[in-house]
Structure formats: structure tokens, C-alpha cells
């Protein structure tokens, strides 16, 4: 009987253990909109910051990462004071955004 128990509970963590896959990467994609050219900074998927100058209004880029608790950060400076505004997609959904009536907009977003 004891081995059946056994055999039971190995065959269930067995299964438990292989069938919850979770994705180890996930893709993210910055964008700007706005009607001129901006500085653009942002968190790469290895948590560098990268910038861009002279980015044009609608700018874009993307990248997978495995960095779970990633903080992902895009900050825009229209070049020319203009109003400005982007968004951050994690894994293809709208997780931040901001159509600020500025000239500079900052947005944050976290990795799952």
C-alpha cells in the first residue's frame, strides 16, 4: 500500500513539474508618436539605457527578454517643444502609456 501511495505522489509531482511550463522571454515594444523629431532614452531587455537622438515621430523598437522583473522606463524629449507621447507592450499588450500635453513624457512598466 505504501508503495502505491508513493508511486502515486511521485506520478503527480511528475506531472505538476513538467506540464507548468511558464515562457522564459518576453517581447517588449516601445513607441512614440508626435510630430517631430525626439531624444529618445529606454531600459534594453539586459537593463542598459540606450539613447537615441533625432528619433523620427514615429519611432519603434523591439525586443524579448528573460529579465523577469525587468523595470522598463521610455523617456521623450521632442526636440522642438511639441507635444509628445509613447507607449510600452509587453508580449503585444498595452501595459503603459502617456499622450502628455508636453514636450517630454516618462512611462514605466515592469516585466512579469
Known sequence: MKK??????????TIFTFSCKKSNSHTVKYTIQ????SAVTYVDGNG??????????????????TEHGLALKLTVISIDGSNI???????????AASNGNSGSVSITATLP
Not at 508626435?34 to 523629431?37: E, F
Open 4 to 13: 502505491i501511495i508513493f508511486l502515486s505522489l511521485f506520478t503527480l509531482l
Open 34 to 37: 508626435g510630430t517631430a523629431k
Open 48 to 65: 542598459n539605457t540606450q539613447n537615441v537622438t533625432g528619433a523620427d515621430a514615429s519611432w519603434t523598437t523591439s525586443f524579448a527578454s
Open 85 to 95: 507621447g509613447g507607449k510600452i507592450f509587453i508580449d503585444g499588450n498595452q501595459t
